[in-house]
């Protein structure tokens, strides 16, 4: 029987045959979906949801740090909870990365929520989809936007200590350093203003913010210097650990008054008042000052997209069962 001939095989059959063969060669790429766990577990929702609420009805602050907790996880080898790793003989922990040593907080949360979920659908949802719920959810109980998280991500097996030296933004960055370090994760310029908008809630440790304060530069207002000099002396190592609200009006909600205040020099670090310094970004402060609608569109689409980065999934990774420790 001679060979058949796939250039003239044009029969319903061949054709089958051939797509089959091309589909089966491809490779196989699982997508994030907001309905991941509508039938593998579908109060997991709601349970996170409680659970922050809870939380942050506790302590304000929160709702910020758990915010916070999802972006320092996605900007150091992608959104997979590598954050959460405790030290082990095999882990460098993230946590003591200089950016978030003593600095990042929830982790506590979201262990609590874990085991929460854990409870009632056991090894299914994964940390990294529980932090970037718990984002999405702490916004809204601060009265902030919300937004469509995709889900189906999954926990690494390694941390990114190494990586988190220069993957994090500092409180000292130039706008050109921001705008190159969010660009180099997908994100652009207007994406980091909103994104920094974050800072309309919660609070920095004077150690951050003390070189500001004390230098009497041009682009600090002179009273809100002295304002924030009265928890915050000069010497180094005196009240390091002394909190100042972020933004001063309305700390505890989130608005656009973080952006009014950068428009008045009141941006308490400095890495906040670039973006508002006579450079590139000038233009989107303003906007996001006078619109509180736009701002707060252009924050949920940019969380959207800060959740996108570098996610496992399909057979990548893991799903842990506790999610400070590998499996």
Not at 266 to 293: C, H, M, R, W
Request: proline share 4%.
């Amino acid at each position: 029987m001679g060979s058949i001939s796939w250039n003239a095989c044009t029969s319903p059959a061949c054709i089958f045959i051939a797509v089959f063969l091309i589909l089966s060669n491809m490779p196989c790429e699982a997508q994030l979906s907001p309905t991941f766990y509508d039938y593998t577990c579908p109060t997991a929702l709601s349970t996170i949801r409680k659970a922050v609420r809870t939380a942050v009805s506790r302590e304000r602050r929160m709702a910020a740090s758990l915010i916070r907790l999802h972006f320092h996880d996605c900007f150091v080898q992608g959104c997979d909870a590598s954050i959460l790793l405790d030290d082990s003989s095999s882990i460098q922990s993230e946590k003591n990365a200089p950016n978030n040593l003593n600095s990042v907080r929830g982790y506590e949360v979201i262990d609590n929520i874990k085991s929460k979920v854990e409870r009632k659908c056991p090894g299914v949802v994964s940390c990294a989809d529980i932090v970037a719920v718990a984002a999405r959810d702490s916004s809204v109980a601060v009265s902030g936007p919300t937004w469509e998280v995709k889900l189906g991500r999954r926990d690494s097996t390694t941390s990114g200590l190494s990586q988190a030296a220069t993957n994090l933004p500092g409180f000292t960055d130039s706008l050109n350093k921001l705008i190159t370090l969010f660009g180099s994760k997908g994100l652009t310029a207007r994406d980091m203003v909103a994104l920094s908008g974050s800072h309309t809630i919660g609070q920095a440790r004077c150690l951050t913010f003390r070189d500001r304060i004390y230098t009497n530069g041009t682009d600090i207002d002179a009273g809100f210097a002295t304002t924030r000099r009265r928890r915050c002396p000069i010497q180094n190592g005196n009240g390091d650990a002394n909190l100042a609200p972020l933004e001063l009006v309305t700390p505890n909600s989130f608005d656009n008054n973080y952006f009014k205040n950068l428009i008045q020099k009141k941006g308490l670090l400095q890495s906040d008042q670039v973006l508002f310094s006579g450079g590139s970004t000038d233009a989107i402060v303003n906007e996001y000052s006078k619109s509180p609608k736009t701002f707060r569109s252009d924050f949920a689409s940019a969380m959207m997209k800060m959740g996108d980065i570098e996610p496992l999934t399909g057979s990548a990774g893991v799903i842990r069962k506790f999610c400070n420790v590998i499996n």
